[in-house]
């Protein structure tokens, strides 16, 4: 067994949040199951991805790392944008729009924010070893060892 240090804060933050957001979307996809078929895969799927980020980044793995930092902003931004129309179109109640924000757009957002943290970027072993630039960028498509942008070094 490889022993890594102790999670940062940055990360228990990350993972509570995600777990937030990954609870709410399932108890969404869980109203939607009654009525609207579409809807509800479609939350289902959501609640999935995230229960798989938390499970990933629980583990260390630096390809939920990536996901988890990038894919938690685009799709906080697109519910967003989401829970906005709602509102102008009259589709949604303002009870339903401030879960929304309150259970996925903010603890998404804020995901991704701690996960770029130094102390998570440090416990994903995401600076080159030999000159200190921080990378995000895998050598093979599952990140298992990263590639330094600025002088090439592979660890
Ligand atoms: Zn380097």
């Not at 793995?61 to 509102?87: H, I, Q």
């Not at 200190?132 to 498509?141: A, I, L, N, Q, Y």
Request: some cysteine; aromatic content about 10%.
């Amino acid at each position: 067994m490889e022993t890594r240090p102790k999670a940062p804060a940055s990360i228990h933050t990350a993972n509570l949040l995600l777990l937030l957001a990954a609870s709410v979307q399932a108890g969404a996809a869980l109203i939607l199951s009654a009525s609207n078929a579409a809807g509800f895969a479609q939350w289902l799927f959501a609640a999935v991805v995230m229960g798989l980020l938390l499970w990933g980044i629980f583990r260390g793995y630096r390809l939920a790392w990536l996901w988890g930092r990038y894919l938690t902003l685009v799709l906080s931004a697109v519910m967003l944008a989401t829970v906005a129309l709602g509102l102008s179109l009259g589709r949604l109640r303002a009870l339903q729009a401030a879960v929304m924000l309150g259970g996925i757009v903010f603890p998404m957002a804020a995901v991704g924010i701690a996960l770029g943290r130094p102390s998570a970027r440090r416990w994903f072993d995401l600076y080159c070893p030999k000159c200190g630039t921080p990378t995000s960028r895998g050598k093979d498509f599952l990140f298992r060892q990263a590639r330094c942008p600025k002088c090439g070094a592979v660890w």
